[in-house]
């Protein structure tokens, strides 16, 4: 089995940064990609930020130039740095796992951004 946990949400200012953290645990051969995807109320859930076991990235536009993500491999880790956070990027975030050789991945329970203008 599979465990995602994620930490380090909370309520900041227009303009303020968050960081997120992510770690993977259980048992598991390797992971190819981690993710980070949001979901605002009414909305369905976007893809954020994804990098894979070789480090390429791929971003939303709308968060390109203020969010970072960065991954661990030996640790099982990836964080998103938020930087110049907006209102709209107000949502739950989910970290997302995925194994090679799983369909889907394995999801956080999630962490609340809340940014107030």
């Known amino acids: 089995q599979v465990q995602v946990v994620e930490s380090g949400g909370g309520l900041v200012h227009s303009g303020g940064s968050l960081r997120l953290s992510c770690a993977a645990s259980?048992?598991?051969?390797?992971?190819?990609?981690m993710a980070w995807y949001r979901q605002a109320p009414g909305e369905q859930r976007e893809l954020v930020a994804r990098?894979?076991?070789?480090?390429?990235?791929n971003y939303a536009d709308s968060v390109k130039g203020r969010l970072t993500i960065s991954r661990d491999n030996a640790k099982n880790t990836v964080a998103l740095q938020m930087n110049s956070l907006k209102p709209e990027d107000t949502a739950v975030y989910y970290c997302n796992v995925d194994i090679f050789g799983s369909v889907g991945g394995y999801w956080g329970q999630g962490t609340q951004v809340s940014v107030s203008s």
């Open positions: 259980g048992r598991f051969s390797s992971i190819y990609a």
């Open positions: 990098v894979t076991n070789s480090g390429t990235t």
